[in-house]
């Protein structure tokens, strides 16, 4: 089975910092992109973070440039979550989000996945 577990949530002070991982597991042919979302309580579900596998671009909700950075190891299919000068708007469960491609070389499939969330609460 093919999916995607989280890590790396967890209570934090205004300024500090939180690394999330998310990594996948099962048999994915490749992955196309990655990226994170978060939802806070009451408001919709917002793109945090996207990284494309071909070329390795990345891009940003303007809420957290400059302070979020997202990377992926290759080698381990796992995306990563730099959360720098944490805010208390900040707050919210983290969601990661891949689009993968399955199945043998005659039946691929393309499947969007996400993980199980990830508690992010910035307060002090």
């Known amino acids: 089975q093919v999916q995607l577990v989280e890590s790396g949530g967890g209570l934090v002070q205004p300024g500090g910092s939180l690394r999330l991982s998310c990594a996948t597991s099962?048999?994915?042919?490749?992955?196309?992109?990655m990226r994170w979302y978060r939802q806070a309580p009451g408001n919709q579900r917002e793109l945090v973070a996207t990284?494309?596998?071909?070329?390795?671009?990345?891009n940003y909700g303007d809420s957290v440039k400059g302070r979020f950075t997202i990377s992926r190891d290759n080698a381990k299919n796992t995306v990563y979550l730099q959360m720098n000068s944490l805010k208390p708007e900040d707050t919210a469960v983290y969601y990661c989000?891949?689009?993968?491609?399955?199945?043998?070389?005659?039946?691929?499939?393309?499947?969007?996945?996400w993980g199980q969330g990830t508690l992010v609460t910035v307060s002090s």
């Open positions: 989000n891949a689009d993968v491609v399955v199945g043998s070389p005659i039946d691929l499939r393309y499947l969007e996945l």
């Open positions: 099962g048999s994915i042919v490749s992955i196309r992109a």
């Open positions: 990284f494309i596998t071909n070329g390795g671009s990345t």
